[in-house]
């Protein structure tokens, strides 16, 4: 489906679940692929195991998390968890995933048959922003009531989410990656292009964004969807 405005959150959130579980019950049957592509594909599905689970978090609170392709004619009675129990799980997703993924496909064996065009593959500094943003979350005064019934922040949590965000940080900040702040000059290229061949808003600041799928929306409809540096 291409119209972007026409995607439903809870029925591919539990699709791309599904998908994700699949895959990784399956990994064993790539005999052909290398160690790197294995990893690669293990990583991205982590990863998006996570982000849909995090994703449905946010609107509905704790809930299952699903790591396992489930039969059409098994009865669901799968407990629901309170959010800061959904959110370790999740966490655990997004750090292996960031374990596994690279900082930049282009310095990968697979990624330099799309060289100068995998801008938009998952890599580790989206895993760990995910990580830290999820353990935030958790940490928030909200889900700490709704899973310990203490209005505060929790301090734990928090740290957590401290630590990934430093993990991110010191990798950007010591330009192993390809993400920086970007010069005064071109601040206006962070929200809107114009006369660049249709280019992607968000320069080196954005750090996770989708296609754009519409000539029009690459300049002002992913300016508003996908803010810069916008985990």
């Known amino acids: 489906n291409g119209d972007r405005l026409n995607k439903s959150l809870w029925a591919f959130g539990w699709y791309g679940i599904r998908k994700a579980n699949i895959g990784l019950e399956n990994l064993d049957k790539l005999t052909e692929a290398t160690d790197e592509e294995k990893r690669l594909i293990k990583g991205q599905l982590l990863f998006f195991r996570g982000w849909f689970h995090f994703q449905f978090m946010q609107y509905f609170g704790g809930l299952p998390y699903i790591d396992k392709s489930l039969s059409t004619e098994e009865k669901l009675t799968l407990p629901r968890l309170s959010y800061q129990e959904t959110a370790d799980r999740a966490a655990q997703d997004f750090r292996e995933a960031a374990d596994l993924l690279p900082i930049d496909w282009d310095n990968t064996t697979a990624g330099k048959r799309t060289l100068g065009k995998n801008q938009l593959r998952i890599n580790k500094i989206m895993a760990l922003g995910y990580l830290g943003k999820n353990y935030l979350w958790a940490g928030s005064p909200l889900m700490n009531s709704e899973s310990t019934g ?20 010191l990798l950007v900040e010591s330009g192993k990656t390809q993400y920086a702040l970007v010069e005064f000059t071109k601040y206006s290229n962070l929200f809107y292009t114009n006369g660049q061949s249709w280019k992607m808003p968000g320069e080196t600041e954005a750090i996770f964004r989708g296609p754009s799928y519409e000539p029009n929306s690459s300049n002002w409809g992913l300016s508003k969807q996908y803010q810069p540096g916008g985990i």
């Open 150 to 169: 203490n209005k505060t922040y929790n301090e734990e949590y928090c740290k957590k989410a401290a630590a990934a965000f430093a993990e991110l940080l």
